[in-house]
């Protein structure tokens, strides 16, 4: 069995050792989850704010636009299946796309969902073309019909065969009472939050928390749990005290992809026996994304990006870490996604081949372990992480200290997930951590995402076959040859994984921390959205 490293479980110790001291003397706090007064109530630890609910924009929380908000179909790991629209119709060229619609539902406050209101949900999301322009069916959208007042067809300038796919997703093809728009639109923001989903958006103090209630009218039936609370609690030991006070009953895996509580706590509570912890199959990859474009920095160079990544031990990572509820990635997609299981080059920890390469790349090792040099450059770049998550904090240090002793400089900086979002829009970064979409999504939104100025384009520029890369993807994108499509899809993944641009580390699962009463625990494909609406306290 392969020996965890000394430098891993310093750092694991620390984490425990704060977690420790946190929570008071062993016999001062219990275990045992709260006995609710109303068993019908959920209350969930958020590290952040549900923020801004416009589920046609995207700094609102996932799991809470999830709860509020439908699309027309839904994601399933069965396919695509019906949600509001109960069938629909695809031409024989591919590109009009004619639903019939759920009849007889409300939206929140009363108005009725029919056709008129998706064609102007869709024309609103239309009007904000440069945000979405990440998802490829956003260019592919030419109008939207009223045929009668339960059929709506959506027109397409090309066959595009991911479409359903993209209109599943949590946002922005998601429906909004019209009576919330401000000036006929949603771009600019909107007056209130009424989708036609299982719950009620009712209250919302910003960064402490929002209540949401039952939607006793939701046309699939009303939910058995009639309240659910997000609330905002900093990850790690604060989260895990809340639960043992009973402040709080449910912890999951939230929309950064970071967990509010480490895994060693995950199974204090699980041996209790008073808590049960519950693990989806994998979802998508953590990956570092390196900025090929960014001017000046060593991080555009080919060998420093294939360096780092032999520098880094995924077999650490995913066991001393995570305990191996996260499994070691060598590529960007797991072998269970779409058009994924191609024949790439390994990329196995291993320091000698990663100061080989360095060596060969011009960059001078100095004595005593300085950073290295190369026409009087430092080697040295900055790798931003999630402030809010401890698991990508300890990743970083370890990757640090393995970097350290290649002559490679790490500076880490913790920030929010927004900032961090912001800066992989704008380019101001060397590294950063990230995902993939998701199961649900990929390959293609993540790929897609590969020439968007608002995610992976500064990533993904920089890279001598940018062009080729980019002429490939919109020729996927609208391929109707299955056998075609395969083809591009390997060439795509094999250009930026020689490139190096996208470094995996773990594939990663969501996992839910709740007490042993709480029935109905699922996983939607759409990864950090729960279907509360299934569960119950028994």
Request: charged share 20%; with cysteine; aromatic share 8%.
């Amino acid at each position: 069995m392969k020996k965890s490293s000394p430098f891993i479980y310093m750092l694991m110790l620390v984490s425990v050792l704060v977690l420790i001291a946190g929570c008071g003397q062993p016999n001062e706090t219990s275990t045992e989850p709260a006995n609710l007064e109303v068993q019908s109530e959920l209350i969930y630890a958020s590290a952040k704010d549900i923020n801004d609910m416009n589920p046609h924009l995207y700094t609102g929380s996932m799991p809470a636009q999830g709860m509020v908000y439908e699309s027309l179909v839904e994601n399933t790991p069965d396919g695509i299946k019906p949600l509001l629209a109960e069938s629909w119709d695809i031409s024989e060229d591919g590109k009009t796309y004619t639903f019939h619609l759920r009849q007889g539902v409300k939206f929140h406050d009363g108005e009725p969902f029919n056709a008129e209101a998706v064609k102007q949900n869709i024309e609103a999301v239309q009007a904000n073309a440069e945000k979405h322009a990440w998802i490829k069916l956003s260019t592919k959208i030419t109008s939207v019909e009223v045929i009668d007042e339960y059929t709506a067809a959506l027109t397409l300038s090309d066959a595009y065969y991911p479409a359903l796919v993209e209109l599943s997703m949590t946002r922005p093809y998601v429906f909004i009472s019209p009576k919330d728009f401000v000036d006929g639109g949603t771009k600019d923001g909107v007056s209130g939050y009424h989708g036609t989903g299982p719950y009620k958006l009712t209250a919302h103090k910003v960064e402490e928390n929002a209540t949401f209630e039952a939607n006793e009218e939701y046309w699939a039936g009303a939910p058995l749990i009639k309240k659910i609370t997000s609330k905002v609690l900093p990850a790690g030991e604060t989260t895990f005290l809340a639960l043992q006070k009973g402040e709080i009953n449910v912890v999951f895996t939230d929309d950064r992809g970071a967990d509010s509580i480490d895994v060693e706590a995950m199974e204090r509570l699980a041996e209790s026996g008073d808590y049960q912890v519950v693990r989806s199959e994998a979802m998508n990859t953590s990956i570092i994304v390196a900025n090929s474009s960014r001017q000046g920095s060593p991080v555009q160079e080919t060998a420093v990006r294939e360096a780092l990544w032999y520098a880094i031990d995924r077999e650490t990572i995913s066991n001393d870490i995570f305990n191996g509820t996260q499994t070691v990635a060598n590529t960007l997609f797991s072998s269970n996604v779409n058009y994924a299981n191609v024949d790439l080059k390994l990329r196995e920890y291993n320091p000698e081949t990663a100061k080989a390469l360095l060596d060969q790349a011009g960059w001078t090792a100095a004595e005593g372990g300085a950073v290295r040099t190369k026409n009087g450059q430092p080697l040295t770049m900055k790798l931003y992480y999630d402030s809010n998550s401890s698991s990508q904090k300890i990743q970083a240090e370890l990757i640090q200290h393995a970097a350290k002793e290649l002559g490679i400089g790490l500076e880490l900086v913790g920030e929010e997930s927004t900032s961090i979002a912001n800066r992989r829009a704008t380019g101001e970064y060397d590294l950063l951590f990230n995902q993939t979409w998701g199961l649900a999504y990929d390959p293609q939104s993540t790929i897609a995402a590969f020439t968007s100025d608002s995610a992976y384009k500064h990533t993904t520029s920089g890279i001598a076959q940018a062009d080729e890369l980019y002429r490939k993807i919109d020729e996927v994108m609208v391929s109707t040859d299955e056998t075609s499509r395969k083809s591009l899809y390997a060439d795509i993944m094999k250009i930026v994984h020689d490139e190096a641009v996208f470094i995996p580390i773990t594939n990663g699962r969501v996992t839910v921390v709740a007490p042993q009463n709480l029935e109905g625990i699922g996983f939607k494909q759409t990864q950090y959205e729960l279907p509360f609406e299934q569960m119950n306290f028994k």
